[in-house]
């Protein structure tokens, strides 16, 4: 029985997984992050799925990671925190091998890691009011364990210019980019993956899957970056500026590099 998700699947094979922390804005913690993994290894391994919808509940899609996680890491030990730097890594490349077409249904913003989620999906459709952004470094973090699936899907030049800045982008950027197939209003989201949802079940699965399978091949990010990318997270997660950014936005106060106009 999942806590944090939500799992159905219709008679056609259409999977539903649900990202269901509204109250948290769908923040990714250690129980979200595992049954994520779960789910992910649950339908790979069901040979009735053929799509699968990623969606969430409440008015933000997933606001990346959660700071009270977060802060737990950054005062755990270095094995600790590695552990759960791998098990966030794992989860994002459980999504991404996933042998059925994953979808997003992107009903709010993204941000962090919720960008991550939405770089290993197939197609995203999101609502045209959605805003998204990669927001760790104004926090004195890294988009670390995302990196390789955000290059992937939206290349080096834009990487750069949105992580570094960790500046907002909206839903008609995002189509720009590619991290969003289409931009709908509100009132067309359900209908917009309906369409795409009918356009996969038209196609064999086999088919489907080895085509997806060789899609990855072709780009998957390879082990090591994985693991620089884990092996990064860990050492910013020890960082001072970690520790400031993070105690400066749960007290709600600027960090220190963050100066008052004169």
């Given at each position: 029985m999942f806590q944090t998700i939500a799992?159905?699947?219709?008679?056609?094979?259409?999977?539903?997984?649900?990202?269901?922390?509204?109250?948290?804005h769908n923040a990714l913690d250690a129980a979200m992050i595992a049954e994520l993994t779960e789910a992910a290894d649950r339908l790979a391994r069901d040979p009735a799925v053929?799509?699968?919808?990623?969606?969430?509940?409440?008015?933000?899609?997933?606001?990346?990671?959660?700071?009270?996680?977060?802060?737990?890491?950054?005062?755990?030990?270095?094995?600790?925190?590695?552990?759960?730097?791998?098990?966030?890594?794992m989860m994002l490349r459980a999504l991404d091998l996933l042998p059925k077409p994953l979808l997003a249904e992107v009903q709010g913003a993204a941000y962090g890691g919720g960008v991550g989620l939405l770089s290993v999906c197939d197609i995203a459709v999101a609502v045209d009011t959605a805003v998204f952004a990669m927001t760790e470094t104004r926090l004195g973090l890294i988009p670390a364990t995302i990196g390789p699936y955000v290059l992937a899907r939206i290349g080096e030049p834009a990487a750069r210019r949105l992580m570094l800045s960790a500046r907002r982008f909206d839903a008609a950027e995002a189509v720009a980019l590619g991290l969003l197939a289409r931009a709908v209003p509100a009132d067309r989201l359900g209908a917009s993956i309906d369409q795409e949802v009918a356009l996969l079940l038209d196609c064999a699965p086999g088919a489907v899957?080895?085509?997806?399978?060789?899609?990855?091949?072709?780009?998957?990010?390879?082990?090591?970056?994985?693991?620089?990318s884990i092996q990064a997270l860990v050492t910013r997660w020890d960082s001072d500026e970690a520790r400031a950014g993070v105690r400066a936005f749960l007290d709600r106060c600027d960090p220190p590099w963050r100066k008052a106009p004169d």
């Open positions: 799992l159905s699947i219709d008679p056609r094979g259409v999977a539903r997984l649900t990202l269901d922390r509204p109250d948290r053929r799509v699968v919808v990623l969606a969430a509940r409440g008015r933000t899609f997933c606001a990346g990671a959660d700071l009270g996680w977060m802060r737990e890491q950054i005062e755990a030990d270095r094995p600790a925190r590695a552990d759960q730097a791998r098990r966030l890594a899957a080895e085509a997806k399978a060789l899609l990855r091949a072709l780009r998957s990010p390879a082990p090591e970056a994985i693991e620089l």
